[in-house]
Nanobody, 128 residues
């Protein structure tokens, strides 16, 4: 079965950095777009950053542009989210997810919670 396991979350002070990792298995990693999402209590899950499977095109939510970088390593079936200059408002549970549609048109369009297989999430807490 499809499995995604996040790691790398934790407690960090504002201005600090974390790198989240997502180990995947159970599907043809190279054929699918992958993304990172986050959710806080009382809010809907939102797309943070996504990356295509084809040309490596990326999408970033406005709130994280210039601070976060998504990458994927197809040889290792891994996806990463480098988070720099962290802010308290980045505090959330972060999930990696694979888009279940093998073919996508635009990475921005797929970076929503729809049609995803999810990891269990990892907590990121940014203290002020």
């Amino acid at each position: 079965e499809v499995q995604l396991v996040e790691s790398g979350g934790g407690l960090v002070q504002a201005g600090g950095s974390l790198r989240l990792s997502c180990a995947t298995s159970g599907f043809a990693f190279d054929d699918y777009a992958i993304g990172w999402f986050r959710q806080v209590p009382g809010k809907e899950r939102e797309g943070v950053s996504c990356i295509s499977n084809s040309d490596g095109s990326t999408y970033y939510a406005d709130s994280v542009k210039g601070r976060f970088t998504i990458s994927r390593d197809n040889a290792k079936n891994m996806v990463y989210l480098q988070m720099n200059s962290l802010k308290p408002e980045d505090t959330a549970v972060y999930y990696c997810a694979v888009d279940l549609r093998r073919v996508i048109t635009r990475v921005q369009a797929m970076c929503t919670p729809n049609k995803k297989a999810w990891g269990q999430g990892t907590q990121v807490t940014v203290s002020s």
